[in-house]
């Protein structure tokens, strides 16, 4: 059963914007520390964005600060991210998902996952 579901994933050049949500279907966003990860063909996931809006938390891989952005929208259920100034390297799948536990100045312990949007970037 999908409980996490992502969207907004396209093919866009250098420089572009995009602004991928996920939405709850069955899991509930709140309260929630929630992340956004990417998967690249052949490598481990890697965490992009974590909130923890419980607590006013959040955490930025180095090399997404200044370009991304996540938010979360209780009322409706999704959390969201913002791409801004896409560069090629940032082409993979992203996915959604809901953790355990915030440690580290980060979201660990990923529990449910949505099935991932692509995102593509060219020069």
């Known amino acids: 059963q999908v409980q996490l579901v992502e969207s907004g994933g396209d093919s866009v050049q250098a420089g572009g914007s995009l602004t991928l949500s996920c939405v709850g279907a069955?899991?509930?966003?709140?309260?929630?520390?929630m992340g956004w990860l990417l998967q690249v063909s052949g490598k481990d996931r890697e965490g992009v964005a974590h909130?923890?809006?419980?607590?006013?938390?959040?955490y930025y891989d180095d090399s997404v600060k200044g370009r991304f952005t996540i938010s979360q929208d209780d009322a409706k259920n999704t959390v969201y991210l913002q791409m801004n100034t896409l560069k090629t390297e940032d082409t993979a799948k992203y996915y959604c998902?809901?953790?355990?536990?915030?440690?580290?100045?980060?979201?660990?312990?990923?529990?449910?996952w949505g099935q991932g949007t692509q995102v593509t970037v060219s020069s």
């Open positions: 909130t923890y809006t419980r607590y006013g938390w959040l």
């Open positions: 069955v899991y509930s966003v709140s309260g929630n520390c």
């Open positions: 998902a809901s953790a355990g536990l915030w440690e580290g100045g980060r979201c660990t312990r990923f529990l449910n």
